[in-house]
């Protein structure tokens, strides 16, 4: 089990133009094991800030510090704060041509454990875990992303999270682009890493349906780069009952 701080958070994002401000003073704190979803309109730094979490370069961190089990990883690299046990779900997964699923799992994990994985136990947790994912065995000989349907990237994502076992995990907009059935998919998958290594999960969405698979302790709205409102489970069908026009013009 792990815990993440952000505190008093400033981010600005790399544009033609310059650093462009995103964020302005977050300021979060999620427990041993805890769920917390993010919800707010685009545009409102919710990427913003899982990018910054996870060390992305293009996202610049200007004031604020990022703890993770009390550690300061503000200045980490992103390869640091994978090792140390931070995640992320990208909203927009990236194709690798030339590196294969498997080998790219296996690789990660290493590199995380310090050794590798035996290669027995190795095969048999990613043939089942392809298994709970419902996706064929050849899935994982494929390049990364390389021709792959939404759904598809996705359930890469939580494959990751299933063999990496991260302490703190991120997703960003996992839901985007997910017809009902690979909702319910991917939603189970994070459940059953959620439910085995007891992790701490920091949700980004749009919308209030993936939160029926995935339960959350706390929800929070995000607008004009801040948490404006925090709640409870409730509070995500009221934001799907009335929509976040209140808070972006607040």
């Known amino acids: 089990m792990s815990t993440l701080e952000i505190q008093n958070l400033h ?11 995103i964020l302005h003073g977050v300021n979060l704190r999620i427990g041993d094991g805890e769920v917390h979803a993010i919800m707010g309109p ?32 503000t200045d980490m690299t ?25 080998n790219f799992l296996r690789t990660a994990k290493t590199a ?18 392809t298994q709970n994912l419902k996706v064929d065995p050849d899935f994982v000989k494929r390049d990364i992303n390389v021709g792959f349907s939404g759904g598809e990237k996705k359930r890469t994502e939580v494959l990751q999270m299933e063999l990496l076992e991260p302490k703190v995990a991120i997703l960003d907009e996992t839901d985007s682009g997910l017809d009902v059935d690979a909702l319910r998919v991917v939603s189970e998958g ?6 085995r290594t007891h992790n701490s999960i920091l949700l980004i969405t749009h919308y209030s349906r993936i939160l029926k698979y995935i339960k959350p302790d706390y929800v929070h709205v995000f607008a004009n780069g801040q948490i404006v409102e925090t709640g409870g489970p409730e509070l995500a069908d009221r934001l799907e009952e009335t929509g976040y026009d209140s808070y972006v013009e607040a």
Do not use: C
């Open 42 to 73: 685009n545009g409102s730094g919710k990427s913003t800030t899982a990018y910054a979490l996870a060390g992305h370069p293009k996202y610049v961190v200007t004031e604020g510090k990022i703890l993770l089990d009390g550690e300061d990883i």
């Open 112 to 129: 995380i454990d310090g050794h590798a994985p035996k290669l027995r136990d190795w095969t048999k947790k990613l043939r089942e875990a």
């Open 78 to 102: 992103p390869d640091e704060r994978a090792r140390a046990g931070l995640f992320l779900a990208m909203q927009y997964p990236v194709e690798v041509p030339g590196v294969s699923v498997t």
């Open 11 to 21: 981010a600005s994002v790399q544009t033609n133009d310059g650093l462009k401000p």
């Open 190 to 195: 994070v459940v059953r890493v959620h439910e």
